[in-house]
């Protein structure tokens, strides 16, 4: 672009970067990295412990451009089609004797999040940058299971708005056990932010009427409005250090080269992002003085790169996950250990709380969300009762005490809070981790059940106590 500093337009953003996250949330096992790999191509499972169990524990991410045929005769959903994020140039309609030219309608950054109980955590971190969601049910278990509620529970806390639900695994099941899963599904999700959506049968293991999952897509699911005119930010929700055992750093008269800074990868809120741009991590280093107080530096460095996959970038916007290449020392990036962060221009970051007082909602019991706006109980006690002749095994969740210990998610940031004070729906946590949070932003909470955390309610921040940064 002539001018770096002027707006991109959102056609040029968009074949380059994807501009908008969609979670893939369900059960464990239900194939929700499958319907990954079938969209885009790429599989999601990549660290070791995961192919050894085949089951997702970290967040994955994939990429794909959703393309719709611009020929009226060409019928659906066939005219709709899933392509890599690198596809560029003119694309033709593989329908025989159709003729006709794809158009770009989406370029999506799918997050595939872990399906497991104990992995609850790495679920709602991915939920921070979701724009929507699919919700995934096999075909061949009863619905709900007990993640299909916790997940559809824990989106809503989040204000997902936008939900597609798909039944995978049809291939496995009769036509009547199809029908009756059917059924279970659109009773399940009657009265949530899912109600409206048309249930989608495929198999993604046989890749049949993935095509028919793309048109909701792109029909279904509204481009969010986004904010390009603000201050950048981005949420942090992986990072790295991309340098290989060996590697050294090496001087010349052209100036350094060899090992890279760390990458911190994550989804823009809001701004445009550029390379060269000075920003600032918040909260950055934490750590404890002489006295044991907690004493906090935000992290300062230059966008050296951007990157979308392995596409390089001059600029990133709002939606779509983001690579985003520094100067900071490489090992402050590795192993996630910026996870949690925000990145964004100096001086326009949010403050650092080691208090927080939120107004809080609490489920009645573990699983679902009370209420008519949310996730029933009800029919996961109903589930219960249909197969156990009991529904008293779901364990209610109590009102908060002081000393409780919770978990709370803010935003992709995941830390131990301890209650020190509860008045009607209002209590106050003292942190065990600051976070960088605005006032107003929403928090989900949890409590340890039988070893591992468990999804309980949600809040919003009123207020905080900040901490001076160094």
């Not at 169990?53 to 393309?67: S, V």
């Not at 709900?144 to 997940?151: F, I, K, L, S, V």
């Not at 939900?163 to 009756?180: E, P, R, W």
């Not at 790295?240 to 060899?258: E, H, Q, V, Y």
Request: proline share 4%; charged share 20%.
């Amino acid at each position: 672009m002539a001018n770096t500093n002027s707006q991109p337009t959102f056609a040029e953003a968009m074949e380059n970067q994807a501009t908008i996250n969609i979670g893939i949330i369900g059960h464990v096992a239900h194939g929700k990295s499958a319907l990954v790999r079938c969209l885009t191509g790429i599989n999601t499972i990549r660290f070791k412990q995961e192919r050894e169990r085949n089951i997702t524990m970290k967040i994955g991410y994939a990429n794909a451009k959703l393309y719709k045929c611009n020929n009226a005769l060409c019928p659906r959903p066939k005219c709709f089609k899933a392509y890599s994020s690198h596809t560029t140039g003119t694309v033709i309609c593989d329908r025989p004797t159709c003729g006709g030219q794809m158009q770009l309608v989406r370029h999506v950054s799918f997050v595939d999040c872990p399906g497991h109980d104990v992995l609850m955590q790495n679920m709602l971190n991915g939920a921070a940058v979701m724009d929507a969601a699919i919700l995934l049910v096999a075909a061949n278990e009863a619905c709900p299971q007990p993640q299909t509620a916790e997940n559809l529970a824990a989106v809503e806390t989040m204000n997902l708005q936008h939900i597609v639900v798909v039944q995978n695994k049809c291939d496995l099941v009769s036509k009547d056990q199809a029908t009756m899963s059917f059924n279970q599904i659109k009773q399940f999700t009657n009265g949530t932010s899912a109600q409206e959506s048309t249930v989608v049968p495929i198999s993604a293991e046989m890749k049949v009427n993935v095509d028919a999952v793309v048109e909701q897509l792109c029909q279904q699911i509204p481009m969010p409005v986004r904010d390009y005119a603000s201050d950048p930010r981005m949420v942090v929700i992986r990072s790295f250090d991309i340098n290989r055992p060996g590697d050294t750093l090496k001087l010349s008269g052209k100036g350094a080269s060899g090992l890279k800074g760390g990458v911190a990868g994550g989804s823009i809120t809001r701004g445009v992002l550029r390379v060269n741009d000075v920003v600032e991590i918040r909260p950055g280093l934490v750590t404890r003085d002489s006295n044991n107080h907690i004493r906090v530096r935000p992290l300062r460095t230059r966008v050296e790169s951007l990157g979308s996959e392995s596409t390089q970038l001059k600029f990133a916007v709002p939606g779509g996950l983001i690579g985003v290449g520094t100067l900071l020392d490489p090992f402050l990036c590795r192993q996630d250990k910026l996870v949690g962060n925000v990145l964004g221009k100096p001086d326009s970051m949010p403050k650092v709380f080691i208090e927080l007082t939120i107004h809080f909602t609490l489920l009645r019991r573990l699983l679902g969300i009370a209420g008519n706006d949310s996730v029933k109980e009800t029919q996961y006690e109903q589930y219960m009762q249909d197969n156990f002749g009991d529904s008293s095994r779901l364990t209610k969740v109590s009102k908060f005490k002081k000393h409780d210990v919770l978990q709370i998610n803010v935003g992709a940031c995941t830390g131990l809070a301890t209650v020190v004070g509860v008045k009607d729906d209002l209590a106050k946590l003292k942190l065990e981790r600051p976070v960088c949070a605005d006032i107003g932003e929403s928090i989900a909470l949890s409590r340890k059940f039988n070893g591992s955390f468990r999804l309980i309610g949600w809040a919003k921040i009123v207020k905080g106590k900040a901490l001076m940064l160094d």
